[in-house]
């Protein structure tokens, strides 16, 4: 692909949601608010085999590949077979309605394996770039190592509070890991017990407007799920702002050992979490 004008006007026909630069003055116009890792965020990947699960159009896929990775596979299922625009219309009816979505009908009632229409902005950027990235399209909950294989580096990035069972998910990342897994994933502090392991339980559409947001952790408890998962050491970074926050937020644990009753600030932050094995 050697015309640059061929190139936009393809580029500008397929949703993109990191901003990837093509070539040829090309940079797909992203829509991630999060700003992309970068430094020691990231391990070297030269020599590496990578996976990127829920790679989405690529982006971190193409840098491994960019910057020496051996092997790189791009795992995605969600965001390249489910149906956005049919599952935005169901969502907007259960919000009507006041009730919660059905989880399940996503891959039920909206995939489409056969159109993989949310792949289109990976498929163009794969031809643009020349790249050998492996697309897969499969969940990696129901993929094992026995079917993916093993990689010396597992990129987790946006993943992790998706999930409806974390500790489950991470275990499955320590399973399909050689030597470490990036955990990249919205996480919270609460001012004034910066030690608490705590899930924050999401279970409708509370953070950004998404139902399929579940569980956001604080750093402790983040590092306790991959320590708890398999893995032997972890190394975290956090974001250096905030999200958002919610003020004055009162809060309750009750009768337990730890006898807190307060009243604190909820963070939201992006944490970054390198899993050894």
Known sequence: ????????????????????DLGHGVITPGDSKTVPLAGDELPDFSGRSVLDIGAWDGYYSFLAERRGASRVVALDHY???VDFAARQAYWEQCR???ELPNPERDLTDFWRPDLLAGRRGFDLAHEALGS???????DFMSMGADSLGVFDVVLFLGVLYHLQEPLAGLRRVRELTKEVAVIETEAIEVLGYPQQK?????????LGGDYTNWYVPTVPALEGLCLAAGFSRVETGLGSQPTHEVANLRWRLGRSRLGLVGRGTI?????VVHAFV
Do not use: K
């Open 1 to 20: 692909m050697n015309q640059p004008d061929e190139l936009r006007a393809r580029v500008n026909e397929v949703p993109w949601y990191h901003s990837i």
């Open 79 to 81: 965001v390249w077979g």
């Open 96 to 98: 009507s309605r006041g």
């Open 132 to 138: 050998r990235v492996e697309a897969v399209v499969g």
């Open 198 to 206: 705590l899930l924050l339980f999401l279970p409708g559409d509370e």
């Open 267 to 271: 963070r939201h932050r992006r944490a």
